[in-house]
């Protein structure tokens, strides 16, 4: 069984397997933001969400655990999920940051 488990952890990555990872984050429409805070107040990590918010970008605050709690609690609808492909499948031109073995190294779409 162990052995078994380690095989799972340690075969590596091939050109020909898609590492496409589809995660969602927070977004916001910058107009609708009437900087009140109340999204970065209700952050359990303590985000400032409403910085993010008011500049219409998404949250990229690597501690950002995409709870959703400013989503929930923001009473303009300023916020909103919008799913990011993070790692996509390899192509062409990701197929040269492969090492020599064929694992990726990181490749982003």
């Not at 107009?31 to 805070?37: P, Y």
């Not at 989503?71 to 062409?92: F, S, Y």
Request: with cysteine.
């Amino acid at each position: 069984m162990l052995r078994k488990v380690k095989q799972l952890f340690s075969t590596p990555v091939t050109a020909n397997e898609p590492q496409k990872v589809d995660l969602g984050r927070v977004t916001a429409d910058g107009t609708r933001c009437v900087q009140c805070g109340i999204c970065g107040y209700n952050c359990p990590v303590g985000i400032p969400v409403r910085d993010y918010a008011r500049q219409g970008l998404p949250v990229t605050d690597a501690s950002c655990i995409t709870c959703g709690q400013c989503i929930n609690v923001c009473p303009r609808g300023t916020l909103r999920w919008e799913k990011a492909a993070l790692l996509a499948a390899p192509t062409a031109e990701t197929n040269e940051r492969l090492t020599p073995g064929g694992q990726h190294l990181i490749s982003y779409g």
